[in-house]
């Protein structure tokens, strides 16, 4: 499954499937970003960069980066 990206006009959540653990992290540390039943399911629009950046930097997969 390739990457999908995600972007608030600032910052770009890059997710990778295949390396996704499933913790939980993000849905718990910005529940207002994550919603896994919902497509699509980063809404980095409700949250500020900064945010989304340190919960980024919290994925324990690294399914989640920051593309600059």
Not at 8 to 14: P, S, W
Not at 21 to 27: A, D
């Amino acid at each position: 499954m390739a990457a999908k990206e995600y972007t608030n006009g600032e910052v770009t959540i890059v997710w990778k499937p295949e390396l996704c653990q499933h913790s939980g992290i993000c849905v718990k540390m910005l529940p207002k970003v994550y919603h896994p039943k919902e497509r699509p399911w980063i809404k980095p629009e409700h949250a500020k960069s900064e945010e989304i950046i340190y919960q980024v930097s919290m994925c324990p997969s690294g399914a989640l980066s920051i593309k600059k």
